[in-house]
């Protein structure tokens, strides 16, 4: 009898341990859906503004603070602003955010995503259910 016909093949196969997830102070969902609904950042200065708007994570952003980029992770969710899917491209795959943001109103990314989030109508109650343990 071949041992294929007692055991499937996943069982020779090595298991990946369970991934951890990004920490729930980290998501704001909410915020990012309001962010898709706003015009691109860049108001539209860039030649390659186009497509639909996303939620573009500043990875530089909140250095020296528990808001940043750890290692294979993502900063936290209140450090996005809204691209053009263009622009967001464009910041990714060619020139950066160091360059990038200099395109952008006031010249830095993170001072335009602090604003956003300062600006989104559901900020002061997303941090008083964060503050009370209800976002998790």
Same mark, same amino acid.
């Given at each position: 009898m071949r041992r294929s016909s007692i055991l499937p093949r996943s069982a020779f196969q090595r298991r990946k341990p369970p991934r951890a997830g990004r920490p729930a102070w980290k998501c704001c969902e909410e915020f990012k859906r309001w962010l898709r609904s706003l015009p691109c950042a860049c108001q539209g *200065?860039?030649?390659c503004c186009s497509g639909p708007v996303q939620a573009a994570h500043v990875d530089h952003a909140g250095k020296g603070t528990a808001d940043a980029k750890g290692l294979s992770? *993502? /900063?936290s969710d209140r450090f996005c602003v809204p691209l053009s899917m263009g622009c967001h @491209?464009? @910041?990714t795959d060619v020139i950066g955010w160091s360059e990038f943001e200099m395109t952008l109103p006031g010249g830095s990314a993170e001072a335009l995503a602090t604003e956003y989030w300062n600006a989104w109508p559901g +900020? /002061?109650?997303w941090e008083r259910q964060f503050? +009370?343990?209800e976002v998790a």
């Open positions: *200065k860039n030649e992770s *993502k /900063v @491209q464009h @910041q +900020r /002061v109650e503050a +009370r343990g």
